[in-house]
């Protein structure tokens, strides 16, 4: 099997994997929302997967465009003579659907990430709109951007000298995830109940502790698969360097969770599953943009720092700003995503640093505004709030019309108005 | 106030965008940092906002 096939199989298969990430990241929603909404989160889930990978398939990828390295795929170069069109025309089999599957994955894990932030009352059918237009414009955009855009072409300013890197998606994938979390958790505003009139916090518990632990396991999978794809196809690197790449993904969330248990520790005194679970995706997350270019120990000191970051960011969203977030999606997929695409230059070089610092301020003073500004005007033309009624009863009741729990009386004053 | 809030993020985008492409040497890194200033700005203008309507919630 010659260096081109090799690099094709090994890439086929990472990509393969990444869906472990979407379960992992959708049973962790699942499993910190509560057991009234559960069976919603996990149709949510699938529905806005579905909305994504379609969308994206018509539209996307055509907006989007193939990655700038893809021509040096595997050492051999590889003829893209098209431009994507619409539902993939002129799409090759081989290498360049490859990439377009890549994409479709990868925008399928962006769209769960919002739904975290909008858990307990976010409407199936506003969801899976709101899916479309991040898959169909915010995705694609910063996407192409950040792989054949003015972000990937920096390296020509003499100025800066060096183009933005993110391997395996921190900015593109989580950060423009995190950041459309926030920009609904701002627009439907917190859970009933969540804040006293005295702006205090209520503690809503996770309904499932082992649902939130096990999806950490299952997001690891996934994430090894994301961040080797994604090196492999944007920045050529070659298939024995992608080992390099599942030990930095897996060392950098090791330290996400052990920085998050340490934290917690010291600032409860004791440690917290939740966290500890949060942290270690915070890990992943972080490790994403520089999985490929950091070394062993710098990937490590990113996942530490991500760990502990999102511990004092989680609380902060809830008591500093008063973002209802029950997932911790902000914190895990926005902030250390950013955190992420920063650690490359604070590790590399004070080029790549400012290279890196474009990135950053693209997604917060570009996508942040656009995605809220398109999920703000979709929301004058479908409800994205369920009434105060379909909240209390429970989105599986309410939207579904079966629970996710039948037999069991989880909560007997489930249906008595408060 | 939100408005304001969006268009500071903008703004410092544009300051960004602006320096990247008009000026060259040592002064480009500045501007840079200016425009991320300036979004920090933004982002806790909006931040703000918000905080105010999830009180209101309850």
């Keep these: 099997m010659g260096d081109s096939a090799l690099s094709f199989v090994l890439c086929l298969f990472f990509i393969l994997l990444i869906p472990f990430s979407m379960a992992g990241v959708a049973l962790i929603n699942a499993g910190l929302g509560r057991s009234r909404s559960a069976a919603h989160a996990l149709t949510a889930s699938l529905c806005v997967v579905a909305s994504a990978g379609l969308i994206y398939y018509v539209c996307g990828f055509r907006l989007q465009g193939y990655p700038q390295q893809l021509g040096h795929f595997g050492g051999i170069e590889q003829q893209v003579t098209r431009w994507p069109g619409l539902f993939l025309q002129g799409v090759d089999y081989g290498v360049p659907l490859l990439a377009a599957l890549l994409g479709i994955f990868s925008v399928g894990l962006c769209s769960i990430i919002p739904l975290g932030a909008a858990s307990d009352r976010f409407r199936l059918s506003a969801s899976c709109l709101s899916t479309v237009l991040l898959a169909a414009v915010t995705y694609p955009l910063f996407a192409r951007w950040a792989l054949n855009g003015f972000l990937a072409h920096l390296a020509a300013k003499p100025a800066i000298g060096r183009s933005y890197l993110d391997d395996g998606g921190s900015g593109t994938i989580q950060a423009v995830g995190g950041l459309t979390a926030l920009a609904l958790a701002w627009l439907l505003g917190p859970r009933r109940g969540k ?61 996400g969770g052990l920085a998050a248990a340490a934290v917690t520790r010291i600032r409860f005194r004791r440690p917290d599953a939740s966290l500890i679970a949060n942290g270690w995706m915070a890990g ?8 490929a270019s950091l070394k062993p120990a710098t990937a490590i000191l990113t996942g530490f720092v991500a760990g502990a970051l999102l511990v004092i960011c989680v609380e902060w969203f809830e008591v500093g700003i008063k973002v209802d977030d029950p997932c911790g999606s902000i914190s895990v997929h926005a902030v250390a995503g950013l955190w992420g695409v920063v650690a490359v230059g604070v590790f590399t070089s004070g ?20 995605t809220y500004t398109l999920n703000w005007t979709l929301a004058r033309v479908v409800a994205y709030r369920v009434s105060s009624d379909g909240e209390r009863q429970g989105l599986d009741l309410y939207e579904l019309g079966a629970d996710a729990y039948p037999d069991f009386v989880v909560h007997a004053d489930e249906f008595t108005p408060r | 106030m939100k408005l304001g809030g969006f268009l500071l993020l903008l703004s410092g985008w544009g300051i960004v965008l602006a320096a990247l492409e008009l000026l060259h040497g040592g002064a480009v890194a500045p501007f840079i940092l200016a425009g991320f200033a300036t979004e920090w700005v933004g982002l806790a203008v909006v931040a703000r906002t918000h905080s105010g309507r999830s009180e209101d919630n309850h």
Excluded: D, K
């Excluded at chain 1, 916090?201 to 994430?223: D, E, K, Q, R, T």
């Excluded at chain 1, 090196?231 to 298939?239: G, W």
């Excluded at chain 1, 790549?352 to 505004?369: D, E, H, K, R, S």
């Design chain 1, 195 to 255: 804040y006293s009139s005295g702006g205090v916090p209520a503690a809503i518990p996770a309904h499932n502790g082992v649902f939130v632990l096990f999806g950490s396991f299952l997001a690891w999978v996934g994430w090894t698969g994301l961040n080797a794809a994604g090196a492999m196809l944007s920045n050529a690197v070659a298939p024995e360097r992608s080992l390099l790449v599942v030990m930095n993904t897996s060392l950098a969330a090791m330290a």
């Design chain 1, 351 to 370: 080029a790549q640093l400012m290279a890196q610092i474009v990135g950053v301020t693209t997604l917060l003073g570009f996508v942040l505004p656009l």
């Design chain 1, 284 to 291: 992943l997350v972080s490790s994403s943009a520089g999985c």
